[in-house]
């Protein structure tokens, strides 16, 4: 655990993680892994620095998109392009002319809604799309050639800790991080994409990293391929959150926050619960019991409780979270 991530023990566990994911994300030609210390906040500023050239369009329908808009609004760049709705609902990026950079969470975590991996029909040559995948990635399959930088921190369906971003870039991606590092624009060497995609292709990160969130990232990933791959991922986690679902529509007293079928979330689940209900209450039960985490968003203000049906959860044990939620509603009442 001591040992210097610049010697062969950690060098070989980072490549073990970046073949790992590679071959998760279906090896899409000429794509890197590229890691960087700092977690998916971090890869706001860093993609504000180093990757977004001129002005970039951002979808909006929850906490985390607003937080990369707001990072792209500096002194550097033109204003971005906002485009926003309700939380639960999802809105649609717009080809614009002169955007370079179009910015969307795959998974919105604090309110359940998934959006398509997909490029923008129309949009400007050479724009990249970035896709935000903390909470999606591992878990929800998608064609890796539609977006450019498929970013994501390790902690959710990868089953490790906080404190690295890794992302997935295209040629087009690393080309763009090369230019811009080369264009005289200022940007500290930790938020340097250039940087850490040197440092990657030596197996590193720039700085010392957290050797166990390594370790449980590389055994997260080994299971995963070798039980299928990033499809049998996505068919667990579509289990798992259409019971959750399911549940919600047959519940008296619970309904799925995320109206539209097509937009709700099968790794985050965000489950209203009427008046009667008092949510938090519910959730504190659950925790005293041991079953923890179900609490809602905290910005999001609802009487509701958000699951995740990440790609380690068993089917098994989100039937038992619903029939336990069930057993406290009717104790509660």
């Known amino acids: ?30 794509y890197e892994i590229v ?8 890869f706001w500023d860093v993609a504000a620095f180093s990757l977004v050239e001129n002005k970039a369009q951002a979808l909006v329908h929850g906490e985390f998109g607003q937080k990369f808009a707001n990072a792209l609004t500096n002194p550097w760049l033109h204003k971005p392009t906002v485009i926003s709705g309700e939380p639960g609902a999802r809105l649609e990026l717009i080809a614009e002319a002169g955007v370079d950079s179009y910015v969307y969470p795959q998974n919105e975590t604090s309110t359940g809604v998934v959006a398509p991996v997909k490029r923008v029909p129309g949009a400007d040559a050479g724009a990249l799309m970035f896709t935000d995948a903390t909470s999606a990635a591992g878990g929800i399959d998608f064609d890796a050639t539609e977006t450019d930088v498929y970013y994501f921190a390790p902690q959710k369906n990868f089953a490790s ?10 040629p087009a991606a690393i080309e763009r991080a ?19 995609i040197d440092n990657s292709r030596l ?15 590389a055994e997260q990933t080994d299971w995963m391929n070798a039980n299928g791959g990033l499809a049998w991922a996505d068919a667990r986690t579509k ?19 995320v109206s539209n079928p097509e937009h709700r979330s099968q790794v985050v689940c965000t489950i209203d619960f009427d008046e009667s209900v ?8 659950l925790r005293a019991n041991g079953i923890v985490d179900t609490d809602p968003y905290r910005k999001l203000g609802r009487n509701q409780l958000r699951i995740a049906t990440f790609t380690a959860t068993e089917l098994g044990d989100v039937q038992k979270l619903t029939a336990a939620i069930d057993y406290v509603v009717s104790r509660l009442g």
């Open 161 to 170: 800790d906080g404190g690295l971003w890794f992302s997935l870039m295209s």
């Open 203 to 217: 197996n590193q990160t720039l700085n010392t990293p957290a050797i166990a969130t390594l370790f449980l990232m």
């Open 278 to 285: 008092d949510a938090a209450a519910v959730a504190k039960v």
């Open 239 to 257: 289990a798992a959150s259409k019971h959750m679902y399911d549940w919600a529509d047959a519940s008296s007293f619970a309904t799925p926050f």
């Open 1 to 30: 655990m001591g040992t210097s991530h610049r010697q062969a023990p950690v060098k070989n566990l980072v490549k073990r993680v970046q073949e790992g994911l590679l071959d998760l994300f279906h090896n899409p030609d000429g």
């Open 35 to 42: 890691i960087g210390n700092g977690g998916s906040t971090a």
């Open 178 to 196: 090369e230019r811009i590092a080369g264009s005289g624009r200022y940007i500290p060497e930790f938020l340097s994409v250039k940087t850490a």
